[in-house]
């Protein structure tokens, strides 16, 4: 359990992470998610206790990075693969490691196994691919066997067989009943990953939910209608305060009603004797979610400017 | 005693401190064998002359010690010596220690190494040591390595950069400590509280000379102090910052 409140810090002028305050809860991958510039580094950084909080507070299970015992039995990170001596071989970066936790020497043998790195244990890291670097990092960050995990961008720059690895690697550790924190901007990759989600831009909170609320909440839930006689349903549904429009996609003709449930759409339809030939709710993409609520919080947006405008109607509500 | 462990794996895993104490070595060893060689009946020999590579030694185990710090702020590794020892004052003083215990035991081997070479080359030389101030040239190099090495990590730590920590290291003795004494009236004066003259004053000072104001091991100690103020102000620095 990860308990961050009214997190913040300043570089100067500048607020890299601002009042933020979430918990991430065990048994499940929670994403990180932010536009690039969010703040999500800085925050890791800061539950790690490398970065100073200017202000509040984050707790491992209750306590302080910097009051736990041994901390890499706790919490296992892999901030940034390429945290390895390259003339040091792998086994003896991972030996020293688990010297500094009174980890037994034998473990380095597991995790290197785990992580299939055996057969190159005694090569320098320096002469990695990306994908192999990842592999020792992931490895480091399982040598305590850890309850709690974090990973920041574990995917940049890997293979499709690597994030394929990584992904199932996170659900593995979290249905193990594991806290999992895995920052991201891909959120394609979010989604598939993460069940719980933890959204944050420009520093500052904008949405704690699971992956589906966010998703149906950002999207604002439309609903696909086919109808032969949809003129006339068009109509009927505008009097119940829904709000229609054509489907602007490329299949046959339909309609996009917002507003209503695909219950009161079916209901009126019978209730005035019109056939469906379609009724099915859309889900959002995380994409488009994303974007839509996140939009104004883009730290080097491209292009010329609207100023700073929150979004008027958060439709996950910050949670705190 | 786990991070002094951890410390040792990390200074023997890599290739670069092993090059530099063999470079070390060889050049303090090698300028008395060559001295050793040269000298004839006009050059007199003694003890003092076995030992006259001994700084440029020092120079060469500094810059190794630096590096053990810098280094890992080079390649990230200060972070995961962090993660895994959040009090960061433990884990470079542990560092520190194991560096300059080090460093003071290759300044003890390439003091013995080169006065026993010096003895071989030229046997009919008595370069036997009576004097307590002979003992002192041989024997308190291992000293002043094992300070020098306290003062490079602190240096190190501040700076966190290799070139900037080098050169400083360079710089420092080779240049500024010589360039002080050129200063009209005040400058030999600073000079006696400048801490590597002091240290090569507690090597080569033969008895107290009554214009320095400290005797050997007074200069000793003048050095040591300045040596960990010099830590004790980087591991407040390191501790205060981001990492």
């Keep these: ?320 | 005693m786990s991070t002094l462990a951890v410390e040792r794996i990390k200074l023997t895993s890599t290739r670069s401190p092993w090059w530099c104490t063999g470079l070390a070595l060889t050049a303090v060893v090698g300028i008395a064998a060559l001295y050793a060689g040269l000298a004839d009946g006009d050059v007199p020999m003694d003890v003092s002359s076995t030992q006259i590579g001994n700084a440029l030694g020092m120079m060469i185990m500094m810059v190794m010690a630096a590096l053990a710090v810098t280094t890992e702020y080079r390649f990230g590794t200060i972070r995961a010596t962090f993660l895994a020892v959040p009090s960061r004052t433990r884990a470079l003083v542990a560092k520190t220690t194991v560096v300059a215990v080090v460093t003071g035991l290759v300044g003890l081997a390439a003091a013995f190494l080169s006065w026993g070479t010096g003895a071989l080359i030229r046997p009919s030389v008595d370069l036997g040591l009576r004097t307590a101030a002979d003992w002192r040239m041989v024997a308190g190099a291992g000293l002043t390595y094992l300070f020098a090495a306290i003062f490079a990590l602190g240096i190190g730590i501040l700076v966190r950069q290799s070139a900037a920590a080098v050169s400083i290291l360079l710089v420092w003795p080779l240049l500024l400590e010589q360039l002080v004494q050129l200063i009209p009236n005040v400058g030999r004066d600073i000079q006696d509280w400048l801490p590597f003259t002091a240290a090569n004053r507690f090597l080569t000072m033969t008895e107290s000379v009554p214009e320095i104001p400290y005797g050997p091991w007074g200069a000793l100690a003048y050095f040591a102090a300045v040596s960990l103020a010099v830590l004790v102000v980087g591991l407040l620095v390191a501790q205060r910052r981001d990492a």
């Design chain 1, 1 to 320: 359990m990860i308990e961050a409140s009214d997190l913040t810090k300043r570089y100067g002028p500048t607020v890299a992470v601002d009042d933020l305050s979430f918990v991430v809860k065990p048994g499940r991958v929670t994403g990180f998610l932010g536009p690039n510039g969010a703040g999500k580094s800085t925050t890791m950084r800061m539950i790690l206790g490398l970065d100073r909080p200017t202000g509040g507070q984050v707790l491992i299970d209750g306590r302080r990075y910097g009051e736990l015992e041994h901390p890499l039995r706790t919490v296992g990170a892999l901030l940034d693969a390429r945290w390895a001596h390259p003339n040091r071989s792998a086994r003896s970066h991972l030996r020293w490691l688990a010297r500094s936790n009174q980890l037994p020497r034998s473990r380095v043998d597991e995790v290197l196994d785990l992580v299939g790195l055996s057969s190159v244990a005694d090569k320098r890291a320096g002469g990695f691919s990306l994908g192999m670097s990842q592999r020792l990092g992931i490895a480091g960050a399982l040598l305590g066997d850890p309850q709690v995990l974090l990973f920041d961008e574990p995917v940049n720059g890997l293979d499709p067989e690597g994030i394929l690895w990584i992904r199932q690697l996170m659900q593995g550790l979290a249905a193990e009943g594991r806290t999992v924190l895995v920052s991201s901007h891909l959120l394609s990759e979010m989604a598939l990953t993460a069940s719980d989600l933890v959204v944050i831009g420009r520093g500052r909170l904008i949405a704690q939910a699971s992956t589906a609320e966010f998703v149906d909440a950002a999207a604002g839930q439309s609903i696909l209608v086919r109808s032969p006689r949809s003129d006339r349903l068009s109509v009927l549904l505008t009097a119940n305060g829904a709000s229609v429009v054509a489907d602007p996609g490329d299949g046959p003709p339909a309609l996009l009603v917002t507003g209503v449930t695909a219950e009161q759409i079916g209901d009126t339809a019978a209730a005035n004797g019109i056939a469906l030939h379609e009724l099915s709710p859309r889900r959002g993409s995380l994409e488009e979610a994303f974007m839509q609520i996140t939009g104004d919080d883009v730290e080097y947006a491209s292009g010329s400017g609207n100023g700073r405008h929150r979004n008027e109607n958060n439709p996950v509500g910050a949670t705190s």
